[in-house]
């Protein structure tokens, strides 16, 4: 168990670094440690330099958590391996908004943004013909819930009842449960209601807000629209990926003899190549080649609308969500009153709804 | 349809929302009977207030480039140009052309881009038809 604790703790604080190291690539090209800086001050030396010392301490700080994770977990158990990760995203953080602080005082100073034409640039088009969510796609994840589904339902009647749900590491069960459609198909509902969850982010994203660039709007737009399309289909991909994994979960169960050597690898290998396609899909964004676009606009200076370099408030902006600038995806307009309440509100009943929902299906 | 509103400009962002609006009827990207998104829809897309793209769709509609219904929003549909516009809108180019001429710009040069932009307009039609 250790061996595993070891490994797992190995793999996601590594995962946790390389999404750190990839801050630059993450953001929007003119959002450099969550600082916006003009188009011709990308490459700037003074961001360069950040870079560079962000990148370094993230090794140095990287591997001293790694190793002394691995100590922990072998010391304390793996009830512990959560501290390495925490420790990763407060390192993180922190070596970002020393970036962050750094580049703006750069930009104070230089005053980066004079004599500049700044400007907001949309589409319309992105509203009156918005990229397609690939709903074809959905037929790959929705056939692997309902194969999941079918072979439960053979499986059913030579089931044992009281049926055994959880095992320890030698594949011996440890924890039954009565047999009832709750305990046969809890893998299944985790399926279909992981399935929901992804593919209505997926279907979001398309309907999403763009950060479109005032510099080079069109090629900006263009970009935009093929990274919706490949990230629509990466959150299919991953569905379907993560509900072959749970596959396995189910088979092992029904079959009533799991294999802890085999099915590990069997339900985490998928995920992990879903997350990785994911990472890859997300990473390949900003490596657009350079377009030669140049409208002599730049993107407004908008760094008082964020708090920390994480936190969005602009009550002058009905947005209800805006690209992060730490990490990747979308982060609520807290300046927005029915936005922070929907989201506050709907964090809560999900939360209610996961704690209450053990008590259904008992 | 891609708007770019220029914040450090001195003319109003609903003015220049308006402005690029009729450019964009006039060359045809945005053409009869399509719908404008929403003013929360734009003006989030903007990121500004949406009074100011409220006050932008409210001038479009009384200049009668666009209908506005509560059903479908609003919709592009330029009414007829009547004798008062053609007097406004003289009025106008009169202070537009009188520019160039105070500032000693050629006449020919003058009349010359007048056709170059008007040709423009023309094009962008044909190449969106």
């Given at each position: 168990m250790t061996t595993t604790g070891v490994v797992a703790h190995l793999v996601l604080t590594a995962l946790l670094l390389y999404l750190a190291w990839l801050t630059p690539s993450l953001s929007?090209?003119?959002?450099r440690f969550g600082v916006r800086v003009p188009d011709e001050r990308v490459d700037d030396p003074v961001v360069q330099r950040e870079t560079a010392r962000f990148r370094t301490a993230l090794l140095i700080f990287g591997g001293i958590i790694g190793l002394s994770g691995v100590g922990l977990v072998l010391a304390a158990g793996v009830a512990l391996a959560p501290a390495p990760v925490l420790a990763t995203i407060l390192v993180w953080y922190g070596l970002y908004f020393r970036a962050n602080r750094a580049i703006t005082a750069a930009k104070r100073d230089q005053d980066w943004f004079a004599g500049l034409r700044q400007a907001v640039t949309a589409d319309t088009t992105l509203r009156s013909d918005p990229p397609k969510f690939p709903w074809l796609w959905l037929l790959l994840p929705v056939a692997i819930v309902a194969a999941s589904a079918v072979i439960g339902i053979i499986r059913y009647p030579d089931l044992p009842d009281p049926l055994p749900v959880h095992f320890d590491a030698n594949g011996v069960a440890n924890r039954w449960a009565p047999k009832s459609v709750g305990s046969v198909f809890t893998v299944v509902f985790i399926q279909a209601g992981l399935t929901a969850l992804l593919c209505g982010i997926g279907a979001l994203v398309c309907r999403g807000p763009a950060d479109v660039d005032p510099a080079r709007p069109a090629s900006s737009v263009r970009a935009h629209r093929e990274f919706i399309a490949r990230l629509g289909r990466g959150f299919i991909a991953f569905a379907a990926l993560i509900d072959l994994g749970l596959l396995a979960t189910d088979w092992a169960m029904w079959s009533g003899a799991p294999q802890a050597e085999t099915l590990l690898p069997l339900t985490l290998g998928p995920i992990l190549v879903g997350v990785a396609l994911l990472v890859i899909i997300i990473v390949q964004r900003n490596r657009e080649p350079e377009p030669?676009?140049?409208?002599?606009l730049s993107h407004r200076d908008d760094d008082k609308n964020w708090i920390g370099g994480v936190i969005y408030r602009n009550a002058n902006d009905p947005s209800w969500f805006v690209q992060r600038r730490f990490g990747f995806g979308w982060t609520v307009n807290v300046g927005n009153p029915v936005a922070l309440v929907t989201c506050v509100g709907g964090t809560l009943a999900i939360l209610a709804f996961g704690l209450l929902l053990p008590l259904f299906l008992r | 349809m891609i708007i770019s509103l220029d914040l450090s400009s001195e003319v109003p962002i609903y003015q220049q929302l308006r402005d690029r609006i009729v450019e964009g009827i006039a060359d045809g990207t945005l053409p009869d009977g399509e719908s404008l998104p929403s003013t929360r829809q734009l003006a989030a897309d903007f990121g500004i207030n949406f009074h100011t793209v409220n006050k932008a769709y409210d001038l479009l509609r009384q200049q009668g480039f666009v209908r506005v219904n509560r059903k479908t929003g609003a919709v592009v549909g330029p009414t007829e140009s009547d004798e008062g516009f053609v007097a406004d809108w003289t009025t106008r180019a009169r202070t537009l052309l009188a520019e160039a001429v105070a500032k000693g710009v050629p006449a020919a040069e003058v009349l010359a881009t007048c056709q170059a932009v008007l040709a423009g307009f023309d094009k962008q039609g044909d190449e969106s038809k």
């Open positions: 929007a090209r003119t959002v030669d676009e140049h409208t002599g | -």
